[in-house]
Each structure stands twice: as structure tokens, then as C-alpha cells.
């Protein structure tokens, strides 16, 4: 609900007013003061729902420290693929950091990074396993 779109009568006249105007356009009577807190109240209502958009950031935040930086997953393709591994248990390290000191979007970036590192030690892990278990089975 818009305050512009309410009318206030004149007390004197009888006049329909639009709310903006705070006196009256055909006789000079002031707004009576009840019409007036009213309205006031009303705006402030107003104000509270255009300022909800502003006060979104804290929840997103929120969704960003609870996504942590992936560290557990990193310590473990760290210990199955080290040289990948390393770079994402650093990315982790470094979102972990990033969140510390709330530098949100850092940290989101880097839990990223760490998150695309994984799954590359994850893969070169594997081909790792699989070649090594290769090696082992042609040569028995
Ligand atoms: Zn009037």
C-alpha cells in the first residue's frame, strides 16, 4: 500500500486531499494530526519494505560461511593425489582465511577453486590407481 494513493477530507470543507499535500488546496486547513501520524506510520512501512532488498546480504552471507571452503574434501584428494591435491587443499586454506575475515565474494571464489581442484586430483587420482593397477597386472 502507497501513501499517494490515499486522500485525506478537509475538516473545514470536506474536501478529498491527496495525502501529499499536507494542507488543504481550497480553504489553507492543515492536515489533521491523527491523518498525519497516520500517514507517517505508513511510510515507515513503506520504508521497511524497500529497505528488506538491503537487508538480504546478512542471509547470503549466511548461505556463503555455511558453503565453507571444502577443506575436509581437500585433505582427503590431498592424500589421494597430492600434486593436485596441494592446490586445492591451498584454495581451501585460502577460503578458509577469505571467511575468516569476511571477505565473502573472496571466499566464494576461492571454495571454487578448491572445488574444481578436487575433482581434478579426484580424476588424476584415479587414472593414477587404475595405471598403476594396469602396471601390476601386465607384468604378473
Ligand atoms: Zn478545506
Redesign the pocket.
Known sequence: MSSTDQNWD?P??S?SIECQFDL?W??G?EMPAEIARNLSEIDAEVEEAAEEPTAKPPAVRKVATTMGSGLPWSVLVFGFCPPVGLVALIYSVLAEISRIHHQRDLALDYSRRAASWQIVAFVVGSIALLMGFLFLVTRS
Open positions: 478537509c473545514n470543507c474536501e488543504c481550497n480553504c486547513t
